[in-house]
């Protein structure tokens, strides 16, 4: 049949047909033989549905949608082949690019038939039409493609990570929010995905890469020396973890240096306290943060400032002495 078909003009009606014969062959694995199909027989609901699937298969989704519609309302729930139906409409709303109905679609099958055994391949729908609409693909609305379906992206992931749990599908969900947050910027929320599936799957495929990321996440979180240093705490918790549990990896990838960054940033940190207590005339307080910038984190350029400005301030003091009262004990001075 394949010679026959390259030996016809492509588009002739002759090609067309040998095409659709093609299409009715099933594989015996009994007698290794290709044998053609029993056609459909329209008016039944076995033929009917085939009729909708060989249109599918042809690519030609609106013929598909079409035919599905009209098989649901003519045989409705009592027939077995309901659900079945159910789903491949969501299926062919996917190929026309419906995404949102389809999504819907598929929420009420999950709702109705969630125990079944084809609420996996709904759970795949779904996911798939997550994927797209977190690669910036727009819902529909009155026919043109404007509203963001970010929104609707993460509830079907949520949904996928509560109603799956334990499974694949519910890790892949996960880690698929956390790589969004993590694209997109909002780093507090990626460590939070990230952190999550480590704890949630600590056997699964992706806990050294969720280890990795929750890390980065946590130190891209971190604003500058302006702001609270929660988030430079825990990276450097993170990364020390890391380092511990995949030494010969962590070398390549360099944890050792971003702990040294890690370190700098906050004795920079330090430091900058240190400078605004000093500049408001706050000198105690001032001399209390540039010794703690000096013995906490001895090798980096800021102790060596703080240095200079206890210097400076004729505070300089063996380690170990008294480094005066803390500032919250402080009173103010002019």
């Known amino acids: 049949m394949l010679v026959a078909l390259l030996l016809v003009p492509a588009g002739s009606a002759l090609a067309e047909d040998i095409q659709e014969r093609a299409r009715q062959l099933e594989y015996d694995p009994e007698t290794g033989e290709w044998v053609e199909r029993e056609p459909p027989e329209p008016g039944t609901p076995t033929g009917d549905y085939q009729l909708a699937r060989r249109a599918f298969a042809r690519e030609d989704y ?26 491949f409409r969501a299926e062919v709303e996917i190929a026309r690019r419906d995404y949102y109905k389809a999504h819907k679609h598929l929420r009420e099958f999950r709702s109705e038939f969630g125990q079944t055994e084809l609420a996996d391949r709904a759970a795949e729908f779904q996911f798939v039409i997550a994927e797209v609409f977190l690669s910036g693909v727009k819902r529909k609305f009155w026919g043109l493609r404007i509203l963001s379906g970010t929104d609707t992206a993460l509830d079907i992931l949520d949904e996928l990570s509560a109603s799956q749990e334990g499974t694949t599908m519910a890790e892949q969900a996960i880690k698929t929010k956390a790589d969004f947050y993590f694209g997109r910027g909002d780093f507090s929320l990626a460590e939070l995905e990230y952190a999550r599936l480590a704890q949630e799957y ?74 605004y207590y000093e500049k408001t005339k706050h ?7 540039y010794r703690s910038t000096s013995e906490n984190w001895s090798d980096t350029i800021a102790a060596a400032q703080a240095r ?11 380690p170990g002495s008294e480094a005066g009262p803390q500032p919250g004990e402080l009173e103010t001075t002019s």
């Open 202 to 275: 600590p056997r699964g495929r992706y806990l050294r890469y969720a280890q990795r990321r929750s890390a980065d996440a946590a130190l891209a979180s971190f604003p500058g020396v302006e702001f609270d240093d929660a988030a430079l705490i825990e990276a450097e918790e993170r990364f020390t973890q890391y380092l511990a549990q995949y030494p010969g990896l962590a070398e390549q990838e360099g944890i050792g240096q971003i702990l040294q960054q890690i370190r700098s940033q906050r004795a920079a940190k330090e430091y900058s306290i240190g400078r």
């Open 283 to 289: 000198v105690e307080a001032a001399v209390f943060y």
């Open 308 to 318: 200079d400005r206890l210097a400076r301030l004729g505070a300089v003091e063996a």
């Open 62 to 87: 609106r013929k598909a949608h079409r035919r599905i519609k009209k098989w649901l309302k003519t045989y409705g729930a009592e027939e077995p082949l309901y659900p079945e139906a159910l789903l």
